[in-house]
């Protein structure tokens, strides 16, 4: 029998590992659903979700750019390549990886440590670390990923907290400025040679276009809220851990590790979004129907006892790999390195300091485990 998950369980709020875990000791797949949205089918375990995510079968549909609240103008800069497929995603895939590979990420650290450190120095003695520092520290690596002027700077930490809210007039009104800043940039690179994102596009054999290297930068900013709430949930996370805590401490060689094992553990992302059955399929027994919907509960396969040994067990020796956090298959997150490189770079400037929770609340959320604060007072 198939088990069925409510989104408005409190205990699916609170504890979607648990309950998700549950469910995918019942069946390799259940249904998931809310008022307002699914049912669906969600894969929860880590064969079959790795499976969904790589098959051609299942398709993404592509829609944030139809939105009503999105200008006019901007609409053509909209659809991401996580809406693309087929040979089109391969194209840009191509074509921009080379700019995010895991050596590109490796060479911009010695840019993002004095982006972090800044941020501490700022910070006051009692700090909201979601707001003061997770939260801005992704747009401040996307700015200087692009080369967004200083005096900016401001302003598109501002587009940032707006496009985290995912609606409202603040977001419409943050997009016609990340699109001309992004089309700036674009032209100052085209006249002065750089060392960021967009002079590696620009030099590259064959070139994206300049509307697609504007999608590129809006496709940064709307990924940039991943490593806020990451980096949020692996401090609380080491915070209730402390033999964890203390370990990495006295070993920061362990940090790559430990950000791969956080991601795991306590990654933001619970499900992907839904992909749609081009045709009847039959998955582990049960037959998708053509149009039907289907996520990968990554929340279960990341804690799936046939892929991980003691998979309830955070270890921050643990060794890398395997997850499902950056996705899986030809859309596997394309910041990924970066996203890793910013997380060590964070925790290891962070955790060089002494630090205790203050208050640690949760925002409950079916789709995305985040903070809504995490204040912690310096010693």
Known sequence: MVPEISLTDPEVLTDP???YGRAREQSPLARVGAPGFGPVWAATRHETARAVLSDPRFELTANSYQRPDVPEHCRAYMRTMSEVEGAEHARLRRLVSPAFSARRALDFRPRVEPLVGRLLDDLPAEADLLRDFARPLPMDVICELVDIPGEDRPRWREYG??????????????????MAGAQ???????????????????????????TEMVTLVWHLVLAGQTPANLIANAVATLLEHPDQLAALRADPGLMPRAVDELIRWCGPTLMTIPRYAREDVELEGVLIREGEAIVAAVAAANRDPRAFEF???????????GHLGFGHGPHFCLGAALARVQTEVALTALLAREFEPVKVERMPDPG????????????
Request: proline fraction near 7%; aromatic fraction near 8%.
């Open 184 to 210: 700036a940039a674009i032209a100052r690179r085209r006249d002065e040679p750089g060392d960021d994102v967009l002079a590696d596009l620009i030099r590259a054999e064959d070139r994206l276009s300049d």
């Open 17 to 19: 590992f648990t309950a």
């Open 311 to 321: 998979p309830d067990r955070f270890d921050v020796t643990r060794p890398g790999g």
């Open 161 to 178: 907290i707006a496009v985290a809210s995912g609606h409202g007039p603040a977001f419409a009104a943050a997009i016609p400025g990340i």
């Open 368 to 379: 995305t485990w985040r903070l809504s604060s995490l204040v912690v007072r310096f010693g």
